[in-house]
C-alpha cells in the first residue's frame, strides 16, 4: 500500500523569502506524485505534478517540486513566499499506470501542511 | 472548462435525515472519485467508479452510506439515516483515464446537528 508523509503541520515564512512544503512518499514501483493546494473554504486545486522526466517539475503559481528517487522525496518550493501562499497544501502519490497491483488507480493524500506566510 | 460541479455547497441536517450530495464530472472523463475530508482523518477515499461502473466502494464507512452514477455526467453519493459523525466535507473528483491529474469540485460542507 502506498503513504505519504508531510512531516510538518505547519510552515511558517516571511514574505519574499523562499519556501519549502516536505513530502516523502512510499509506493510500489515508479510513483506519480502530485501537489494541491487548499484555499480556506475551497476545494483541492492542482499546482504541479511529476511522471517522469526532470526531477524539477514547474507548476502554477511559481511553484515547483523536486524529485528524489534516492530520498523518496517530493518537496515543494517556491523561491519567493507571497501573504496569498498561504494556504492547506498537500502531497499525493500514486503507482505508475503500468502497475496493477490493488490500489492502481488510488491517490493517496499525505496529512496536509498549512502554510502562513508572514507579511 | 465547468470544473466538477458539486451540491450542493453546504448543509445542515437532523440527525436522522437522509442526506444526497450531488457531482457533475468535467465532461468527456471516465473516473469518478468520492472522498471526505475531516480534521481527524484528512483526505480519505470512499469510492472510485470507472466507465460508470464502482470499481472500489471499500473505503464507504458502512451500509448507511451509498453511491450511485447513472450516467458520465452524474453521480451521487447518499447519507441514510445521516448521523452528527457524517459531518465533514465531501469531495468529488474527477479524471480522464489512469494516471491523468484528478480535478477536485468545490465540496458539500454537511453538518449533522
Known amino acids: 500500500a502506498q503513504s505519504v508523509a508531510q512531516p510538518e503541520d505547519q510552515v511558517n515564512v516571511a514574505e519574499g523569502n523562499p519556501l519549502t512544503v516536505k513530502c516523502t512518499y512510499s509506493?510500489?514501483?515508479?510513483?506519480?506524485l502530485f501537489w494541491y493546494v487548499q484555499y480556506p473554504n475551497r476545494g483541492l486545486q492542482f499546482l504541479l505534478k511529476y511522471i517522469t522526466g526532470d526531477n524539477l517539475v514547474k507548476g502554477s503559481y511559481g511553484f515547483e517540486a523536486e524529485f528524489n528517487k534516492s530520498q523518496t522525496s517530493f518537496h515543494l518550493k517556491k523561491p519567493s513566499a507571497l501573504v496569498s501562499d498561504s494556504a492547506l497544501y498537500f502531497c499525493?502519490?500514486?503507482?505508475?499506470?503500468?502497475?496493477?497491483?490493488?490500489?492502481?488507480?488510488?491517490?493517496?493524500f499525505g496529512k496536509g501542511t498549512k502554510l502562513s506566510v508572514i507579511p | 472548462d465547468a470544473g466538477v460541479i458539486q451540491s450542493p455547497r453546504h448543509e445542515v441536517t437532523e440527525m436522522g435525515q437522509e442526506v444526497t450530495l450531488r457531482c457533475k464530472p468535467i465532461?468527456?472523463?471516465?473516473?469518478l472519485f468520492w472522498y471526505r475530508q475531516t480534521m481527524m482523518r484528512g483526505l480519505e477515499l470512499l469510492i472510485y467508479f470507472n466507465n460508470n461502473v464502482p470499481i472500489d466502494d471499500s473505503g464507504m464507512p458502512e451500509d448507511r452510506f451509498s453511491a450511485k452514477m447513472p450516467n458520465a455526467s452524474f453521480s451521487t453519493l447518499k447519507i441514510q439515516p445521516s448521523e452528527p459523525r457524517d459531518s465533514a466535507v465531501y469531495f468529488c473528483?474527477?479524471?480522464?483515464?489512469?494516471?491523468?491529474?484528478?480535478?477536485f469540485g468545490e465540496g458539500s460542507w454537511l453538518t449533522v446537528v
Open positions: 499525493a502519490v500514486r503507482p505508475h499506470p503500468s502497475y496493477s497491483g490493488a490500489g492502481s488507480y488510488q491517490l493517496t
Open positions: 465532461s468527456g472523463h471516465n473516473s
Open positions: 473528483a474527477s479524471n480522464r483515464g489512469s494516471g491523468n491529474t484528478i480535478y
Open positions: 509506493v510500489s514501483g515508479n510513483p506519480y
